[in-house]
């Protein structure tokens, strides 16, 4: 599925300075009303003609299989993984207008994070400031006022985008908010089996198993925190560079409005993350990843478990929803890079090789497996990931007396 036509800086439409400088009064660090409006925008691009089209309603039909097949496979999932909360996880069938505007929202508290980090500058705070220079134009005090715009714009467009190729709520393990819900992009499920050849019934029941596992583990508050906890500490480290700031909006004149078209800069996503990054972003990224690295690998050895029992083909169909996740279009890979969620294949196989060797300890059980989810200290550390043999020693010994 091909990503949506967009403009350099990810807003839909052409480049308006009137209109953004109108909206610089927006409260609060992200312009959610922004955010919102540039998504429904983006999810409601037709993708072969460029033209705005919202979606028709859902086929009630559609909606029912969905129920049907969730239902049944969360039986499944609840008895191998042991997560009560599994039952306990809504379900919506959804247009990507929809499913753009939920995400918006879930994302909420890491954008406040990120927004925090953007406010703050690798600046000396001792330097001495001439007074008339400190009054003059900055582009930090452009970025400063920009701010809420570019989050909004940001966000906006870049979960209008992901609408387009979302085919659950958990294609990306992206650190939402709240209780978990399972959503399915209707529409986005029967292109894509289309497009593979796949037969959209036996589709269905492949992606919701996929889909399940994952609200499953999300079901478990301490999970959804943690995740929620590591993403907003990396993005929340993130620093503006002011000398990357001088030399890509140095020029800009507020008197000029010439030079005024730089602003158009500070739009593109890609140009600030490579202002922003900061050295004490490394050790949480390795936080971040790992454990985001867990939750992957656990869903795929249960994934690869129940599969056959549902489906005969089910190794073709989730081998096309593992490319699916591996093959990102430009908008998920900036979404993966900003929050910190870019895993390559080594990260699926170091941890899927992990579920593996406990299961292996324990006669091909997932009961000390799922001990994982007892509690926040049971995620294994980095050295415990290539040996489970110390992971299962060292949680036996935490059930010790």
């Not at 994302?107 to 001495?128: C, F, I, S």
């Not at 590591?230 to 990357?244: G, K, R």
Request: charged letters at 25%.
């Amino acid at each position: 599925m091909s990503d949506v036509p967009q403009t350099p800086g990810g807003f839909p439409g052409p480049f308006d300075l009137n209109k953004i400088m109108r909206m610089l009064q927006s409260p609060g660090p992200v312009n959610m009303e922004v955010a919102r409006e540039t998504a429904e925008s983006m999810a409601n691009v037709d993708v072969e003609t460029g033209e705005q089209r919202v979606e028709p309603p859902l086929d009630p039909d559609a909606a029912r299989a969905f129920d049907d097949v969730v239902r049944a496979v969360q039986l499944m999932v609840m008895e191998a993984t042991g997560i009560s909360g599994t039952l306990t996880v809504p379900i919506r069938t959804v247009d990507r207008a929809t499913w753009a505007s939920v995400t918006l929202t879930g994302l909420e508290p890491v954008l406040a994070a990120l927004a925090g980090a953007l406010g703050r500058t690798d600046a000396d705070p001792d330097a001495t400031t001439d007074p008339a220079a400190a009054a003059a134009f900055s582009p930090d005090m452009l970025f400063a006022m920009m701010m809420p715009l570019l989050l909004g714009g940001w966000a906006g467009s870049m979960i209008g985008l992901l609408a387009h190729r979302a085919l659950g709520q958990y294609d990306l393990p992206l650190p939402l908010d709240g209780p978990p819900t399972l959503l399915f992009a209707a529409r986005n499920v029967d292109a894509f089996a289309e497009e593979w050849s796949l037969p959209v019934d036996e589709l269905r029941y492949a992606l919701a198993l996929r889909e399940v596992v994952h609200g499953a583990q999300r079901s478990v508050p301490w999970v959804r925190e943690r995740l929620l906890r590591c993403a907003s500490a990396y993005v929340n480290a993130y620093e503006v560079q002011t000398e990357a700031m001088e030399s890509q909006f140095g020029g800009l004149d507020p008197s000029d409005p010439s030079s005024m078209e730089a602003i158009a800069r500070l739009a593109d996503p890609d140009v600030l993350l490579g202002a922003m990054r900061s050295e004490r972003q490394a050790p949480l990224l390795a936080e971040l990843q790992r454990f985001v690295s867990v939750l992957e690998g656990y869903t795929d050895v249960v994934v690869e478990a129940l599969g056959e029992r549902m489906v005969t083909a089910h190794g073709r169909l989730d081998e096309a929803l593992r490319r699916h996740r591996l093959e990102r279009g430009d908008a998920t890979g900036f979404v993966d890079r900003l929050l910190g969620l870019e895993l390559d294949r080594g990260h699926y196989e170091t941890c899927v090789a992990y579920c593996r060797g406990v299961m292996e300890r324990s006669a091909g059980s997932f009961d000390q497996l799922n001990r994982l989810w007892s509690h926040e200290s049971m995620v294994p550390t980095e050295a415990e990931l290539v040996a489970p043999g110390l992971w299962l020693a060292r949680i036996d010994l935490h059930d010790t007396p």
